[in-house]
């Protein structure tokens, strides 16, 4: 026999390494890819997950108004709604508080004529907003806006008030406004009146009808007894 082995049966026959795959390598690959079903597993759910709670974060504080005993909606003001109020401001001074202030317009409009303005908002978002607007406006120093309960707050301090409430809310925020407010505070109803009060002025038309209330230094006389109100 030559060194070559001697006959068929002698030749050993190589496959070459590199393309051999080994038991390791199979569970390697094996490994990755339920790695990457683990990691899209996770990752799908994650995203949903957040996507829920970013919706959930910001759509909860404009649908919690509903599920209160008075329903507050955020209902922005029209331009003929702040022209009106303007109009009822007009010789006015001093402090002005809008409550429920949604957006800020108001407050915003009140501060460029020369008010200290003040919005009280539940919803934070809208607060945040407000807050934002004032500043791209210019008057962020004059306009103030505060996250609050408005059957929480005092508007003792303050001589001009706005509101655009709801009918529920009127009857026990006018006893409440009676009892707080100075006898030179004027009070501007948008959109529903005050049911026992008799307003002084109203201008507007439909929804953007405005009622003003004036005390005259005399704050009973503007108003009915309390004996009268149905709370």
């Known amino acids: 026999m030559g060194k070559g082995g001697g006959g068929e049966g002698g030749i050993i026959s190589e496959v070459p390494q590199e393309g051999r795959l080994t038991e390791h390598d199979f569970t390697t690959n094996v490994d990755v890819r339920n790695l990457k079903q683990i990691n899209w597993g996770l990752l799908v ?68 004529e020369g008010f200290r303005a003040v919005g009280y908002e539940l919803n934070p978002w809208l607060v945040w907003y407000s807050r934002y607007c004032a500043w791209r406006e210019g008057v962020h120093d004059a306009a103030k806006f505060y996250v609050s309960d408005l059957w929480k707050v005092s508007f003792s301090q303050y001589t001009n008030v706005v509101i655009f409430g709801v009918p529920q809310m009127m009857p026990q925020l006018e006893k409440k406004l009676q009892l707080e407010l100075e006898d030179d505070a004027r009070v501007i109803a948008c959109r529903f009146p005050f049911p026992h009060w008799i307003p002084d002025h109203i201008t507007g038309e439909g929804i953007d009808t405005v009622w003003a209330y004036d005390c005259r230094g005399r704050k009973k006389s503007c108003l009915k007894p309390l004996s009268n109100m149905h709370l």
């Open 45 to 112: 759910p994650g995203i949903i997950g957040g996507t829920l709670v970013a919706v959930y974060a910001v759509a909860t504080p404009f649908l919690t108004p509903a599920l209160r005993k008075i329903c507050l909606p955020f209902v922005p003001a029209t331009s003929h709604q702040i022209e009106n109020v303007l109009k009822m401001l007009r010789c006015r001074s001093g402090t002005l508080v809008d409550i429920g202030s949604g957006d800020g317009r108001i407050v915003i409009a009140a501060a460029k």
